[in-house]
């Protein structure tokens, strides 16, 4: 089998610099690096709809904004299997029979979801679908018999969620299904990326985002506005680099070489952080030279969206034969669960056998 990757992204809006180094640009590496055998994207729309049934058409519009961040950023549809999740009707199957081995006080524990529930004001009105999603998801890695699933640090209690499933099927019903791993980003500044507001995470629902298909004017104006040490006020004042988004930006993105091109005045960020801390370093200056290190980064991305915007029919056939390869895959795993389950009666000549000598015997 090997080593397979299945990671994916809800088509709520365009993918922002946090889906970008909490799991993007690691995709984009392991695809390139060759180890894997197969690696497959989904565009959750499915998942997406869980909290927008109201707003089918903002996750429709979305779907393509996705596609095309990522070709964007490098994900190559001769490599990797790019595919929407409502596509494969496998996975509904698999997570109704998942929904059994999970208790209702399981779900209620899961943190992401505790969060999100908040967040989104539900309260009382959970829809059941969304309060379910992680089983769902569970369906999703383990359809295509994942071993590693590369997203951001919120992910942990999905793929918690997953392996207790695999586990308890597996004991119920005999080996069947792959345990994952989760691969989290290296870099800790890139497990939660923060939103230019401060806000403890960007997230395309909080409105605290940078794009990857922003203008570099876009970019440009969100970073100087960003927040920082709201204590900072003049240049001579000591400045707090823990918790400071800005910071936390060129500790995701930052290398040593930028400084050389950009701000030769330091080698490296430990002393521009240094600086900072003692007093007399200027939030814009430090703001221009996380611009110049993020447009670096940004441009052949924007560069490869403009060429990819031109071929939208292509883009959307590349989603449709993504899709049939991946329900190719997915009904092979449903198949075996089925098997495994023995709720693949027809197929079950022992079984039929057996009723047959039962009921002959009997008569
Ligand atoms: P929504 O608000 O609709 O949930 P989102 O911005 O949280 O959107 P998702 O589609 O839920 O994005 O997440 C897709 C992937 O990107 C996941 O692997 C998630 O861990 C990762 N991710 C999302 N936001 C961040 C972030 N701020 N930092 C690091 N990784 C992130
Ligand atoms: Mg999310």
């Not at 996750?59 to 990797?80: H, M, W």
């Not at 369906?139 to 207790?164: K, S």
Request: glycine content about 6%.
């Amino acid at each position: 089998m090997g080593k397979i990757i299945l990671t994916g992204d809800r088509p709520t809006g365009r993918l922002h610099v946090g889906h970008y180094v909490g799991s993007l640009k690691r995709r984009v590496e392991l695809q390139n690096s060759g180890e894997y055998n197969e690696i497959f994207i989904m565009i959750a729309d499915a998942q997406a709809l869980t909290d927008n049934a109201d707003n089918p058409e903002k996750v429709r519009q979305n779907i393509i904004e996705v596609a095309l961040d990522y070709l964007a950023c490098g994900l190559d549809p001769e490599k990797s299997t790019l595919f929407i999740q409502s596509q494969i009707p496998e996975l509904c199957e698999l997570s109704f029979y998942y929904m059994n081995l999970v208790t209702v006080s399981r779900l209620q524990r899961n943190p992401t979801v505790k969060s999100e529930i908040q967040m989104r004001n539900f309260e009382a009105s959970i829809p059941v679908g969304f309060f379910t999603y992680p089983i769902s998801q569970a369906a999703d890695i383990t359809a295509f018999q994942a071993t590693t699933v590369p997203v951001g640090e919120d992910q942990m209690p999905m793929l918690e969620q997953t392996r207790e499933i695999v586990h308890k099927f597996n004991t119920v019903y005999g080996e069947t299904l792959t345990m994952p791993d989760i691969l989290l980003p290296d870099n800790k500044a890139c497990l939660r990326l923060p939103g230019t507001d401060g806000k403890a995470k960007m997230s395309k629902s909080l409105g605290n985002c940078i794009y990857l298909s922003d203008t570099e004017a876009e970019v440009k104006k969100k970073i100087m506005s960003m927040f920082t040490d709201p204590n900072h006020l003049r240049v001579e004042d000591p400045g707090q680099v823990e918790g400071n988004p800005v910071f936390i930006y060129l500790d995701a993105f930052c290398r040593e070489q930028h400084f050389a091109k950009y701000l030769p005045d330091y080698q490296n960020l430990s002393e521009l952080k240094a600086h900072y801390t003692r007093g007399g370093l200027g939030d814009v200056k430090v703001k221009k030279f996380l611009n110049a290190v993020l447009q670096e980064e940004l441009e052949p991305i924007r560069q490869r969206r403009k060429e990819w915007e031109k071929r939208i029919p292509e883009v959307y056939r590349i989603l449709e034969e993504g899709s049939k390869k991946a329900e190719k895959v997915a009904a092979e795993t449903l198949a075996a669960v089925k098997r495994s389950m023995k709720i693949n009666y027809f197929e079950d000549k022992e079984l039929i056998a057996q009723q047959a000598k039962r009921f002959g015997e009997e008569a």
